[in-house]
């Protein structure tokens, strides 16, 4: 593992941040994780894009561009020698006396680590694993990857303590997405996702999703789909860059469609894995 911390490479033990960063004290910052594969970043720059999307919308100024950003995500590579890793990427708007405003004349905390990240276990991918629903109770803009995520890790834990992979949002009767990933359905043949609004974060796991998908003729409908939709998928699954592909076969301890991975599913897994090579 190797860190990078405003301007440096310090030693794990030695990156220090302030207990007045406002990441620390407020959450007020955005994050990103992008997997590595085999040495290259797998869509790099449409993770850059969102991070300066993200920062757009709270209204917080980078301290790199995204030439200097690929450049210490380079960097981090060089010194590790990694090859199948993940970066994580943090900004947060900086040091100052805790006061809710924005702070003035104050840079940004920029965060960066790359460690190793070993591919999904493969036994999941082949037998499906389970997930619960929860309410989705968080706020009102979920398309910004913001590093407040307690609704995501409360979730999250709910999902570990019933066994499960996953824990899937419900909000208004309707599925939204995974604490960590987004989910697809499929009912009849027909691809279904919550619609790239405020409600959800716009996965680029999800975006290549849907690129395979119209690739190989699935046809796509990017409608949310009611939580009773649930119960009639032949298949469901979550994506995300950790996760990569989840198939569900389990939900809330009830088989989805027949209780084994589906042939949509499957194939749109292969077809992401040929994408990273
Ligand atoms: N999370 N939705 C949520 C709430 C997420 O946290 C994530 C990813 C996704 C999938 O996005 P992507 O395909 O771009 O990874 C959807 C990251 C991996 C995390 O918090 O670790």
Same mark, same amino acid.
């Given at each position: 593992?190797?860190?990078?911390?405003?301007?440096?490479? +310090?030693?794990?033990?030695?990156?220090?941040?302030?207990?007045?960063?406002?990441?620390? /004290?407020?959450?007020?910052?955005?994050?990103?994780?992008?997997?590595?594969?085999?040495?290259?970043?797998?869509?790099?720059?449409?993770?850059? *894009?969102?991070?300066?999307?993200?920062?757009?919308? @709270?209204?917080?100024?980078?301290? =790199?561009?995204?030439?200097?950003?690929?450049?210490?995500?380079?960097?981090?590579?060089?010194?590790?020698?990694?090859?199948?890793?993940?970066?994580?990427?943090?900004?947060?708007?900086?040091?100052?006396?805790?006061?809710?405003?924005? &702070?003035?004349?104050?840079?940004?905390?920029?965060?960066?680590?790359?460690?190793?990240?070993?591919? +999904?276990?493969? *036994?999941?991918?082949?037998?499906?694993?389970?997930?619960?629903?929860? +309410?989705?109770?968080?706020?009102?803009?979920?398309? @910004?990857?913001?590093?407040?995520?307690? +609704?995501? @890790?409360?979730?999250?834990?709910?999902?570990?303590?019933?066994?499960?992979?996953?824990?899937?949002? @419900?909000?208004?009767?309707?599925?939204?997405?995974?604490? *960590?990933?987004?989910?697809?359905?499929?009912?009849?043949?027909? /691809?279904?996702?919550?619609?790239?609004?405020?409600?959800?974060?716009?996965?680029?796991?999800?975006?290549?999703? =849907?690129?395979?998908?119209?690739?190989?003729?699935? &046809?796509?409908?990017?409608?949310?789909?009611?939580?009773?939709? =649930?119960?009639?998928?032949?298949?469901?699954?979550?994506?995300?860059?950790?996760?990569?592909?989840?198939?569900?076969?389990? /939900?809330?301890?009830? &088989?989805?469609?027949?209780?084994?991975?589906?042939?949509?599913?499957?194939?749109?897994?292969?077809?992401?894995?040929?994408?990273?090579?």
């Amino acid at each position: 593992m190797q860190v990078y911390l405003n301007g440096e490479y +310090p030693e794990l033990t030695e990156a220090c941040v302030s207990v007045e960063d406002r990441g620390f /004290l407020f959450a007020d910052g955005i994050y990103e994780v992008v997997r590595c594969y085999a040495g290259r970043f797998f869509e790099l720059d449409r993770h850059l *894009a969102r991070l300066e999307r993200s920062a757009r919308e @709270i209204r917080l100024g980078l301290p =790199l561009s995204r030439d200097e950003l690929r450049l210490v995500a380079q960097e981090l590579l060089r010194r590790t020698g990694l090859l199948d890793c993940s970066l994580y990427l943090q900004a947060t708007r900086g040091v100052a006396p805790r006061n809710h405003a924005f &702070p003035v004349g104050v840079t940004p905390t920029l965060f960066a680590m790359l460690q190793p990240a070993p591919s +999904p276990d493969p *036994a999941l991918a082949e037998r499906g694993g389970a997930a619960v629903t929860v +309410p989705d109770e968080r706020w009102g803009r979920c398309d @910004i990857k913001a590093v407040g995520l307690l +609704p995501n @890790i409360l979730a999250k834990q709910k999902a570990v303590e019933a066994g499960a992979q996953e824990a899937i949002f @419900i909000r208004d009767g309707l599925v939204t997405e995974g604490s *960590a990933s987004n989910v697809f359905a499929v009912l009849d043949g027909v /691809l279904w996702t919550h619609p790239q609004d405020r409600r959800i974060l716009g996965g680029i796991t999800r975006e290549v999703t =849907l690129e395979l998908a119209r690739e190989q003729g699935v &046809p796509v409908r990017e409608e949310a789909i009611t939580q009773n939709m =649930l119960w009639q998928a032949q298949e469901l699954f979550c994506t995300g860059t950790v996760a990569e592909f989840l198939p569900v076969v389990r /939900l809330d301890g009830q &088989p989805v469609g027949d209780g084994r991975p589906g042939p949509v599913c499957r194939r749109l897994a292969a077809a992401f894995a040929a994408r990273h090579g």
